[in-house]
């Protein structure tokens, strides 16, 4: 620590010596220093702030009708790219500034001035942004910033409404589109819903659902003409056994009897089953055959009735013969099984033939219902998009509108643009304390200099070290009065030197600030 201490006292004796050097660089530095800050000119600097309000209160309520657009984000990208080529452009040409230019060389070191001179500083959390302009001319400075507020602005919301009309078009055009291949799908799944009639499932199901659930009515219908039958069967072995008729005291004529009129009662009632009937079908139908089957037999159990009685039922005698009423309503319980047992064989034949049929058509049907499925998922897949991009297109015209109306996003301008009154560069108090520090430093580095260049032993330990020879002792130098006072003019001098430097620094100080 001592010899470090020693050192810096040689390298500052060493400076003393050279002390008029370093005032002397000093002086000249200070003097050209200061008159250059002092014919630096005045730099004016216009500046406004603006707060872009990203949360309308349509926001919340439009949410999932209209397109979210990120507006924060497309305001984020406008403030990067605001101080590109052709907005500068822009801004001297809102400016006037362009008629100042009448090469390309000009109008292009204007636009390089402009992009230099244009700083944007925002806080993205606040959405506030600062739009400032430095120029010579305070009048230019406020104009500069005034266009740049509102190309801010425009730029914004124009690109916003451009992307919209631009993304309209997109689904305009998409929807033509797709319109013209849902027609298309229409048309060709109609075409082959009319080309293969009767193959085509329905609403029980595909082909094999369709032949498991003929086989199965098939199955039940033969089962229910197996249990007709038996009833029929069983009708018959009991009526064998049932005596037709029966004598009674009375005699009557057949046309008042009993029997006769229970018979002539239900021929009646199938007469008029019948003619409703042959409203709707043919008389090929598998019911109108069965009800005329069934007439006739009663037809002709009347008759046989009629038979056994004397004269045909049409003489009184003393002794008749009556309709047995049980073997009357067995006869009627047979003739409804003989009916039931008709029209469940036509349905046998029928659910055979369709069995048969879709047994026939077993390599054609599904083929045509894998064809079907797919027309009908290329018409479903037209659709849905159809349907969605109708969806998109209302979103958009909505969010469009809401753009229009400048509802989404506002911009305020919270410190609007003046014309500055005061420079606000150069910093003249600064730059002349600047020379100042400047100009000493480099004095005292050229005294140091000029001192290591033409060395100076000013102490025994130092000769030693450079020589390497013993020193044996020193002489001190005393000086007489007359030198002595001639070493204090000199310091004095040097001292009234420097505080005329420090006078003249104040001096200028003082002005730079008036």
Same mark, same amino acid.
């Given at each position: 620590m001592h010899e470090l201490l020693g050192q810096i006292y040689a390298y500052v004796r060493q400076t003393w010596r050279h002390r008029w050097l370093a005032l002397a660089v000093a002086w000249v530095v200070c003097i050209a220093g200061w008159v250059y800050v002092s014919q630096m000119p005045d730099v004016y600097r216009a500046s406004a702030r603006v707060h872009v309000d990203t949360d309308s209160m349509l926001r919340p309520l439009l949410r999932g009708i209209a397109v979210d657009t990120n507006i924060s984000q497309r305001v984020n990208l406008m403030t990067r790219t605001l101080i590109t080529r052709p907005n500068m452009e822009k801004v001297a040409r809102m400016t006037d500034m362009h008629l100042d230019a009448h090469t390309d060389s000009e109008m292009e070191a204007i636009i390089e001035r402009l992009h230099n001179n244009v700083t944007i500083q925002g806080d993205q959390r606040q959405n506030l942004y600062t739009l400032s302009y430095n120029d010579k001319n305070p009048e230019q400075a406020h104009s500069v910033v005034q266009a740049m507020l509102t190309i801010f602005t425009e730029s914004a919301l124009g690109e916003t409404r451009q992307d919209g009309?631009?993304? $309209?078009?997109?689904?305009? @055009? $998409?929807?033509? @589109?797709?319109? @013209? /291949?849902?027609?298309?799908?229409? $048309?060709?799944?109609a075409d082959f819903r009319r080309e293969n009639v009767g193959m085509l499932p329905g609403d029980r199901g595909d082909y094999y659902q369709r032949l498991q659930n003929a086989q199965s009515e098939l199955e039940e219908a033969r089962q229910r003409l197996a249990e007709a039958e038996s009833r029929r069967d069983e009708v018959r072995r009991q009526l064998a056994g049932e005596e037709p008729t029966f004598g009674i005291t009375d005699y009557q004529s057949s046309g008042s009897s009993t029997g006769n009129s229970a018979i002539d009662k239900r021929i009646e009632n199938l007469q008029q089953r019948l003619d409703e009937l042959l409203l709707t079908y043919t008389e090929q139908h598998p019911d109108v055959e069965a009800i005329n089957r069934t007439i006739e037999d009663l037809k002709e159990q009347k008759a046989e009735q009629q038979a056994l009685l004397p004269d045909g039922g049409q003489s009184v005698v003393n002794e008749d013969l009556a309709t047995n009423p049980v073997y009357q309503q067995m006869r009627i319980t047979l003739s409804n099984a003989e009916v039931e047992i008709s029209s469940l064989r036509s349905r046998v034949r029928r659910y055979e033939n369709k069995v048969k049929e879709l047994q026939r058509m077993v390599d054609t049907i599904p083929n045509v219902e894998a064809k079907l499925k797919q027309l009908d998922r290329d018409y479903r897949v037209n659709r849905e998009n159809y349907e969605k991009l109708l969806q998109r297109r209302e979103a958009a015209n909505l969010s469009q509108n809401v753009e229009a109306g400048g509802q989404q996003v506002q911009f305020r301008v919270i410190e609007p643009a003046r014309v500055p009154e005061s420079p606000a560069a150069p910093n003249r108090l600064l730059l002349h304390s600047a020379v100042l520090i400047v100009a000493l430093g480099l004095g005292v580095g050229l005294a140091l200099l000029f001192a290591q260049?033409?060395?100076?032993?000013?102490?025994? /330990?130092?000769?030693?070290?450079?020589?390497?020879?013993?020193?044996?002792? =020193?002489? =001190?130098l005393i000086l007489d009065d007359k030198s002595d006072a001639r070493e204090r003019v000199k310091i004095y001098s040097f001292g009234a030197v420097t505080g005329m430097l420090l006078l003249v620094y104040a001096a200028v100080i003082i002005m730079s600030m008036g």
């Open positions: 009309d631009m993304a $309209q078009d997109f689904i305009e @055009k $998409q929807l033509e @589109k797709y319109e @013209k /291949r849902l027609s298309e799908a229409e $048309q060709r799944l260049l033409r060395p100076v032993f000013d102490n025994r /330990r130092t000769l030693n070290t450079v020589t390497g020879f013993p020193v044996l002792g =020193s002489v =001190s």
